[in-house]
């Protein structure tokens, strides 16, 4: 009976070695957790770059500023369209015709004096102009366009192209503030996965960058230089402002 009770026991030793085997290295293997106070610092961090860089209000300006898409520019357009129909086609026109006539009698009984400067003894010469200069102006009126004009409506069809500038750069701003966030707060330990994700910010910011017409990056957080953050504080402030929550962070 121990004979056979002894290698059972020691099968279901080994069997729960292995099973609690897994959960130790995981254990082992689990992240720390960031402290408080450090979390607090880089979530002080995180609030200044974002105060620093440009808002989402500003970078809808400098992309609808960029695309000639003003609200104030589409509803001129529009208006200008409208406005045009008032308007005639003046169409004018010049025309100016030069002519010479010249008349030359001639009589038999007409003495000849040897003249010189009537050599083929012409008893009369009459030499005349008929010049003649015609103008005209032609003006037409398009009353119809008031009631319907088709390029205000292409115009008014410049609106749907401005939502569509401002929900695309919405959309790219906030997915970068996301990675700016993740790099700033919980950077990735591993080095080749931070780099990806530095390459994915840089993406965004030039995309963003080339929404605006160069507004855009040369205000954002420059990653590799350390010294960005006092470059860019206002001077009229030595002190930057209290953000609000700071303090409880962490808590």
Same mark, same amino acid.
């Given at each position: 009976?121990?004979?056979?009770?002894?290698? /059972?026991?020691?099968?279901?030793?080994? /069997?729960?070695i292995?099973?609690?085997? $897994?959960?130790?290295?995981?254990?082992?293997?689990? $992240?720390?957790?960031? $402290?408080?106070?450090?979390?607090?610092?880089?979530?002080?961090?995180?609030?200044?770059?974002?105060?620093?860089e440009p808002?989402?209000?500003?970078?809808?300006?400098?992309?609808?500023?960029?695309?000639?898409?003003?609200?104030?520019?589409?509803?001129?357009?529009?208006?200008?369209?409208?406005?045009?129909?008032? =308007?005639?086609?003046?169409?004018?026109?010049?025309?100016?015709?030069?002519?010479?006539?010249?008349?030359?009698?001639?009589d038999?009984?007409?003495?000849?004096f040897?003249?010189?400067?009537?050599?083929?003894?012409?008893?009369?010469? =009459?030499?005349?102009?008929?010049?003649?200069?015609?103008?005209?102006?032609?003006?037409?009126?398009?009353?119809d366009?008031?009631?319907?004009?088709?390029?205000? %409506?292409?115009?008014?069809?410049?609106?749907?192209?401005?939502?569509?500038? =401002?929900?695309? =750069?919405?959309?790219?701003?906030?997915?970068r503030?996301?990675?700016?966030?993740? /790099?700033?707060?919980?950077?990735?330990?591993?080095?080749e996965?931070?780099?990806?994700?530095l390459?994915?910010l840089?993406?965004?910011?030039?995309? %963003?960058?080339?929404f605006?017409?160069?507004?855009?990056?040369?205000?954002?957080?420059?990653?590799?230089?350390?010294?960005?953050?006092?470059?860019?504080?206002?001077?009229?402030?030595?002190?930057?402002p209290r953000? $609000?929550?700071?303090?409880? /962070?962490?808590?």
């Open positions: 009976m121990n004979r056979i009770t002894t290698p /059972l026991k020691i099968l279901l030793a080994a /069997l729960a292995a099973i609690a085997a $897994p959960s130790v290295a995981s254990a082992q293997e689990a $992240p720390k957790e960031v $402290p408080p106070e450090v979390k607090r610092k880089r979530m002080k961090k995180l609030f200044a770059i974002i105060k620093r808002s989402i209000k500003q970078v809808h300006k400098y992309a609808v500023e960029h695309y000639e898409l003003e609200t104030s520019r589409i509803n001129s357009m529009t208006t200008r369209a409208h406005v045009k129909a008032l =308007v005639p086609e003046v169409e004018a026109g010049l025309d100016n015709m030069v002519g010479n006539n010249f008349q030359n009698t001639r038999g009984l007409f003495p000849a040897g003249d010189p400067n009537n050599p083929n003894n012409f008893k009369e010469r =009459v030499a005349g102009g008929n010049d003649q200069t015609t103008w005209r102006v032609r003006a037409v009126w398009n009353l366009r008031l009631v319907f004009n088709p390029e205000a %409506l292409d115009a008014k069809s410049l609106t749907s192209l401005q939502e569509n500038l =401002v929900r695309e =750069v919405t959309t790219m701003f906030y997915a503030r996301r990675i700016l966030a993740s /790099l700033i707060v919980s950077p990735p330990k591993d080095q996965e931070y780099f990806y994700e390459m994915r840089e993406e965004m910011t030039a995309t %963003l960058d080339s605006t017409g160069g507004k855009f990056a040369k205000r954002t957080w420059q990653w590799d230089d350390p010294k960005w953050l006092s470059k860019t504080a206002v001077r009229k402030k030595r002190r930057g953000l $609000p929550g700071l303090a409880n /962070l962490g808590r």
